[in-house]
């Protein structure tokens, strides 16, 4: 949108710019003033980062009548009160990409018309701005994820002496380059090279948000196994600790027979212990037990009374290796770890899913890597060195002030 300015109209207008106080004036000069320069319509709109129908408008301003200053008050509106508060409260439940159809909607719902520039003006008028809206997850529950805040402050209340609280969660960087915004010089269009690569790492992590640590495993697949065995690592990494509460949300990862099995004592009474300790091997869950096994199980009994809940199961006359599993001894918990299952559809209450986003800023975003094998020792570097160097400035980004969420109103 090329104008021409004199040279005097030019010096004025830097003049004015250098002493100006209102931002809003101010826009409109180096608007004109980009303009003039040879910047499009849409280059000057991201430069001030304003609607392109609004840098439109400065510059007809000015170039019609050399209008800098806004106008006070504004026109009246062409809708009623009514009318505006129906606008209103239909556009806070549907979002619509440009004004045109915004300008559609209301010409076929009350008959009235009005130009782009005017429904901008409106919108603005009426505090609306052009930005991207946040997604939330469809399926969340407002309520379970209130109680769990409040379980959860509770639980950070009374906390023993040598407890501690680790939320974990896994993540899977890919090598693909992840193109994000960032800061650009004017009229420049930058190009960066990206790489398609579905090559990924497959990492579980553990963040203590009391001292920021972190601690992370790689994993050929994300399953019970892995889980189990990063368990144990976080046991290995905190030897004093008295009880670790473990957050996590409820992915078949951590609620899976492996973890269960995990969090309950070692000489839990189950199938495994049957075998390990006395070589009975149970048949499915549905099988009638042999006589034989039914008398080598009362032998059992008559030494450690204790392993059974109910003796008289074993006197049952088609005793299925299900009936009698529901009467053995139930698993204690595990001595030092507890788990404690998100609500489903929370990932906003869980602080390490920021910590990803830091690795991904710090490691992914905007960069491309030659090797797979570059690519997973950036990763590495992040959490061994990197995250030691950043810390100090991660609190106010990685804590518990949790995001709630307000569910989406269907229409």
């Known amino acids: 949108m090329k104008i021409t300015l004199t040279e005097e109209q030019k010096q004025k207008l830097e003049e004015q710019h250098k002493t ?129 805040i409040r379980e959860y402050e509770e639980l950070k209340a009374n906390l023993g002496p040598g407890e501690v609280v680790l939320f974990i969660d896994s993540v899977h960087p890919t090598q693909a380059t992840k193109i994000t915004s960032g800061w650009i010089r004017k009229g420049v269009e930058k190009m960066i090279a990206t790489v398609a690569s579905r090559s990924r790492i497959n990492l579980t992590g553990a963040i203590d948000l009391n001292t920021m640590s972190i601690i992370t495993r790689e994993y050929e697949t994300i399953n019970g196994s892995a889980t189990v065995d990063f368990l144990k690592a976080i046991e290995a990494a905190h030897p004093a600790s008295a009880k670790i509460h473990i957050i996590a949300d409820g992915g078949g990862a951590h609620t899976s027979n492996e973890v269960g099995l995990f969090l309950s004592e070692a000489n839990a009474v189950n199938r495994l212990f049957l075998d390990e300790t006395y070589g009975i091997k149970l048949p499915g869950n549905s099988v009638k037990l042999p006589k034989k096994m039914k008398v080598q199980l009362k032998s059992i009994v008559e030494k450690e009374a204790q392993l059974f809940k109910d003796h008289s199961i074993l006197d049952v006359d088609k005793l299925t290796a299900r009936e009698l599993l529901d009467t053995l001894k139930a698993p204690q918990p595990h001595p030092k770890l507890v788990m404690h299952i998100l609500p489903p559809y929370s990932p906003n209450l869980n602080p390490i899913e920021r910590a990803w986003k830091v690795m991904n800023e710090h490691v992914r975003n905007n960069k491309v890597f030659d090797s797979f094998t570059e690519f997973k020792a950036k990763i590495r570097t992040f959490f061994s060195s990197t995250w030691n160097i950043i810390l100090p400035d991660l609190t106010d980004r990685i804590n518990d002030n949790f995001q709630k969420l307000k569910p989406v109103v269907s229409v």
Not at 68 to 96: D, F
Not at 116 to 130: A, E, P, R, T, V
Request: charged share 25%; glycine share 6%.
């Open 20 to 148: 100006e106080r209102d931002s809003r004036i101010c826009d409109r000069i180096k608007a004109v003033l980009l303009a003039n320069e040879g910047w499009t319509q849409r280059q000057i709109a991201q430069a001030l980062r304003i609607h392109e129908t609004t840098v439109w408008g400065h510059v007809k301003d000015y170039v019609i009548q050399e209008k800098l200053k806004p106008s006070s008050g504004g026109s009246s509106s062409k809708l009623n009160e009514q009318q505006t508060i129906e606008i209103i409260s239909h556009l806070e439940q549907n979002t619509y990409p440009s004004t045109k159809e915004i300008i559609q909607y209301v010409q076929d719902t009350y008959g009235v018309s009005y130009t782009q520039q005017g429904m901008h003006d409106w919108l603005i008028k009426h505090k609306f701005s052009y930005k991207k809206p946040k997604g939330v997850p469809a399926k969340f529950n407002k309520l379970r994820q209130e109680a769990f």
